[in-house]
């Protein structure tokens, strides 16, 4: 399946060829060059995926990345030229999914793409349970006492991940490979700004978490359904 | 008795305490080492003036009161001569009874109180009267030395201590003369005086003398007080405000009063702290400055590159539908951007180490899990090199508080440049760990370099041998990146090697943030005279089964395998660490597959 991906970036030359690169791989690429309208040609466009740079004239990247997550669950992906811990990690909690830091190859940004826009094709009738909340897979549908809970799709992801398999400890470097589809192990901060956002979502208490715990030293795992 | 003994050690032990406290506020206080040895010179010199000015009045009284005394003595026994030849006594009673007169007569004769013996002179033969005294309980102050002394006709004195009434004795002096009696013989008069009054007017001058030292001390004490406290204390206070600066208070300054020297103290130590501040600011500036500038370089340098890689790649990609030199022109075009993104985020990477931009994002792992990961990333490496890697790992969790992806960088870059120069031999890998550090080493058996290079292999750009051909394209900067690395977790990065018996790279780490580090669980260089790599021919066959018979170890792998290889997935999960049991089973297989 081949999908609409806006990028936002000041930059036309290399606008132009992610550009190039994309619709070599049949993707639909639409561009944007300014922070400050992003959001409109955003609700024009309706992408399936977002490329963001996070250093635009205008609006800053994060602001805009907030803004669009705000109303959509669209699979965010930063372009960002600071591999520095705090840019990296301001930008995941202003909402995006994952990032690529430049420069990066072709094959990584088309394999980066192809993981956010790929959904869940195994042919699941699933009804999972985790702590008191119930996962309908196929819907795409999180509830709590028949209350839904809104999740992007990489939160819903990262949490299916975890409830299949209630019973294993996931390393980070597991979680990454199955929720972000990275081969070798990469950033493993991505799995810990996700894994708060996603419990300030569905925990009660997001300080005392009891859906998805920390076992310390080693990674995550779903906490016990009932208690 | 082992009561007292008892009670004995507790004395001490509780004198021990506030000797200690003492001793440390002798040491700490300027102030009470100036006083105590004013006080001390001033008590000792105070001491022997009154010695001696007791020594000079005791002296002088006794000398002039004693001749008063040798003369009037002189007197009262020629008056007792002459009344004694004048008298007309011609019996022993009549004598006896006139020696009883003189006696008595010659007590009250004197200047004040005094008693009188008439003894009868020692060495006298023939019948004699008895010898009288004023107070017989006295007539043992007599010497005999004195008596003796006497019979040469003369005036001698001695002086003595009278005891008096409840055990005490006062000064006294006894003096003596012979005295002619008819019919008796000789005899001998003394004058036993008292010298209390003279006693008791130098102990009235002396306890004088007492007040007024003690009054001096006191106020010599009072003057040195006062004059160190002016003195110490805007030391103290320079102390105090320095040690507030050392603790990053920058803006803290002494007070300026006046114009002394310690005005001059204060000022000058202000314009210190100042310059001092001014300093750090500007070098806090320029760091940010150059932090700043790291961080605009990679974003301009970056997004450039990443147009043209981009480009190249897709160049790159449809190569085939080029003639040659184009071809290869694309070709070399990916292999140098390759090349050139490394070179840049390496240099980018240093210039944060350099701008203390670098931070520790340290989580508590077990090392043996980054060790494998490690090994597992540089085994496809190594199987182009026709090299392999042992894993020497110990059967406890090697736990420590470290930032994995910069460890796990050292590591490649160890186990790189290790591969890189084994020159198809094998790379040993060992993990150790003690209470306070954990450690790995990578040891090759290829060229090796010499203990100069060995002191330069951290520096950047350095190459130990400029025409060498460097097939896996390293950037030059590997081994200084995992200094700097290996410094940030308060660790050490170290490198050991001989021409010709290979090298080893040892990283020790402490366990926890803070431990310094005074040695490493692991040895750097090999503890004995190994055979070297020409020596041993079999080392560098690239099939272990040729290799020399290895001594056991426990928990030892041979990584050789791709890392898709089912038997080792499960002994790759990171955090779960491999135990013993985990590992047994491939411990003695060295395995190789292509």
């Known amino acids: 399946m081949k999908g609409r991906v806006l990028v936002v970036d000041d930059d036309t030359a290399l606008a132009e060829m992610i550009g190039i690169v994309l619709r070599s791989e049949g993707f639909d690429p639409v561009f944007c060059e300014d922070g400050d309208e992003a959001l409109g040609v955003f609700r024009a466009t309706q992408p399936d995926l977002v490329l963001l740079d996070l250093m635009l004239p205008g609006k800053d990247g994060t602001e805009v990345c907030r803004q669009i997550r705000a109303e959509s669950g669209v699979p965010i992906v930063m372009l960002t030229a600071k591999s520095d811990t705090v840019d990296v990690v301001l930008g995941l909690e202003s909402g995006a999914d994952d990032y690529i830091s430049k420069p990066f190859k072709p094959k990584e940004l088309v394999a980066r793409v192809r993981a956010r826009l790929r959904r869940s094709d195994e042919p699941a009738p699933e009804h999972l349970t985790i702590g008191d909340l119930t996962i309908d897979v196929p819907g795409h549908r999180v509830e709590r006492a028949g209350r839904s809970i809104s999740l992007t799709p990489l939160e819903f992801d990262l949490l299916v991940a975890l409830a299949r398999k209630p019973w294993q400890v996931f390393t980070r470097e597991v979680l990454l490979e199955k929720v972000w589809g990275y081969r070798h192990a990469a950033d493993t901060r991505l799995v810990n700004v996700h894994v708060q956002r996603l419990r300030s979502k569905i925990e009660t208490d997001p300080e005392r978490p009891e859906i998805v715990v920390t076992v310390r030293g080693v990674g995550y795992k779903a906490g016990v359904a009932g208690t | 008795m082992p009561r007292l003994t008892?009670?004995?050690?507790?004395?001490?032990?509780?004198?021990?305490?506030?000797?200690?406290?003492?001793?440390?506020?002798?040491?700490?206080?300027?102030?009470?080492?100036?006083?105590?040895?004013?006080?001390?010179?001033?008590?000792?010199?105070?001491?022997?003036?009154?010695?001696?000015?007791?020594?000079?009045?005791?002296?002088?009284?006794?000398?002039?009161?004693?001749?008063?005394?040798?003369?009037?003595?002189?007197?009262?026994?020629?008056?007792?001569?002459?009344?004694?030849?004048?008298?007309?006594?011609?019996?022993?009673?009549?004598?006896?009874?006139?020696?009883?007169?003189?006696?008595?007569?010659?007590?009250?004769?004197?200047?004040?109180?005094?008693?009188?013996?008439?003894?009868?002179?020692?060495?006298?033969?023939?019948?004699?009267?008895?010898?009288?005294?004023?107070?017989?309980?006295?007539?043992?102050?007599?010497?005999?030395?004195?008596?003796?002394?006497?019979?040469?006709?003369?005036?001698?004195?001695?002086?003595?201590?009278?005891?008096?009434?409840?055990?005490?004795?006062?000064?006294?002096?006894?003096?003596?003369?012979?005295?002619?009696?008819?019919?008796?013989?000789?005899?001998?008069?003394?004058?036993?005086?008292?010298?209390?009054?003279?006693?008791?007017?130098?102990?009235?001058?002396?306890?004088?003398?007492?007040?007024?030292?003690?009054?001096?001390?006191?106020?010599?004490?009072?003057?040195?007080?006062?004059?160190?406290?002016?003195?110490?204390?805007?030391?103290?206070?320079?102390?105090?405000?320095?040690?507030?600066?050392?603790?990053?208070?920058?803006?803290?300054?002494?007070?300026?009063?006046?114009?002394?020297?310690?005005?001059?103290?204060?000022?000058?130590?202000?314009?210190?702290?100042?310059?001092?501040?001014?300093?750090?600011?500007?070098?806090?500036?320029?760091?940010?400055?150059?932090?700043?500038?790291?961080?605009?370089?990679?974003?301009?340098?970056?997004?450039?590159?990443?147009?043209?890689?981009?480009?190249?790649?897709?160049?790159?990609?449809?190569?085939?539908?080029?003639?040659?030199?184009?071809?290869?022109?694309?070709?070399?075009?990916?292999?140098?951007?390759?090349?050139?993104?490394?070179?840049?985020?390496?240099l980018l990477e240093i210039s944060r180490f350099d701008a203390g931009a670098a931070v520790l994002d340290a989580e508590r792992r077990d090392l043996r899990g980054i060790v494998l990961q490690a090994v597992d990333n540089a085994t496809p490496l190594a199987e182009r090199r026709g090299s392999w890697l042992h894993v020497d790992l110990p059967d406890v969790r090697a736990d420590a508080d470290v930032d994995p992806r910069r460890v796990e960088r050292i590591l490649r870059n160890l186990l790189v440049n290790g591969i890189e120069h084994a020159d198809g031999s094998a790379v040993e890998v060992r993990v150790g760990v003690d209470a306070t550090a954990v450690a790995v080493t990578v040891r090759d058996h290829g060229v090796g370099m010499t203990q100069d290079e060995a002191l330069h292999v951290f520096d950047r750009f350095w190459r130990a041998d400029p025409a060498r051909a460097r097939t896996t394209g390293g950037t030059g900067l590997g081994l200084a990146i995992s200094l700097e690395d290996a410094h940030l977790h308060g660790g050490v990065l170290e490198a050991w090697g001989r021409p010709g018996r290979g090298a080893c790279f040892r990283l020790t780490l402490p366990r926890r943030a803070g431990i310094r580090l005074d040695g490493s669980p692991l040895p750097l260089a090999p503890d004995h005279d190994e055979p070297s790599v020409a020596d041993a021919g079999p080392l560098r066959s690239t099939d272990p089964a040729a290799l020399p018979d290895l001594p056991p170890m426990t928990g030892e792998i041979a990584i050789v395998s791709n890392p898709t290889d089912p038997v080792r997935t499960d002994v790759r999960t990171d955090d779960a660490a491999p135990t013993a049991s985990d590992v047994a089973p491939t411990a003695s297989a060295a395995r190789r597959r292509s």
């Open chain 2, 6 to 346: 008892a009670w004995g050690r507790l004395g001490r032990a509780l004198a021990r305490r506030p000797a200690r406290a003492l001793g440390r506020r002798w040491r700490s206080s300027l102030q009470l080492r100036v006083l105590a040895s004013t006080l001390t010179i001033g008590l000792v010199a105070l001491a022997a003036i009154g010695m001696y000015v007791g020594e000079l009045t005791s002296g002088g009284l006794f000398d002039q009161r004693r001749e008063q005394l040798l003369s009037e003595a002189t007197r009262s026994t020629q008056q007792a001569q002459e009344f004694i030849s004048a008298s007309a006594a011609d019996t022993f009673t009549g004598v006896a009874l006139l020696l009883e007169d003189v006696t008595t007569a010659q007590r009250n004769g004197g200047s004040g109180e005094r008693d009188v013996f008439l003894l009868r002179a020692p060495g006298q033969t023939g019948v004699g009267v008895g010898a009288t005294a004023t107070d017989r309980s006295l007539v043992e102050l007599v010497s005999r030395e004195l008596k003796q002394a006497v019979v040469d006709d003369r005036q001698h004195w001695q002086s003595v201590a009278i005891p008096v009434a409840g055990g005490q004795v006062e000064p006294g002096i006894v003096v003596g003369q012979n005295v002619d009696v008819p019919m008796a013989g000789t005899y001998q008069m003394f004058f036993l005086y008292s010298l209390q009054a003279e006693q008791d007017r130098l102990d009235f001058l002396l306890r004088t003398l007492a007040v007024a030292a003690v009054a001096v001390v006191g106020l010599l004490g009072a003057m040195t007080w006062l004059v160190t406290r002016r003195t110490v204390h805007p030391v103290r206070r320079a102390a105090h405000v320095a040690e507030r600066l050392a603790d990053g208070h920058l803006s803290e300054r002494m007070a300026v009063r006046g114009e002394d020297e310690m005005a001059t103290l204060a000022r000058t130590f202000n314009e210190m702290a100042e310059s001092l501040q001014d300093q750090i600011h500007r070098m806090e500036e320029l760091s940010m400055l150059q932090r700043r500038f790291v961080s605009d370089v990679s974003h301009e340098l970056r997004t450039p590159l990443t147009t043209i890689r981009m480009a190249g790649e897709v160049i790159h990609g449809a190569r085939d539908d080029f003639d040659p030199a184009i071809k290869r022109s694309a070709e070399l075009l990916a292999t140098q951007l390759d090349r050139f993104e490394d070179l840049l985020a390496d």
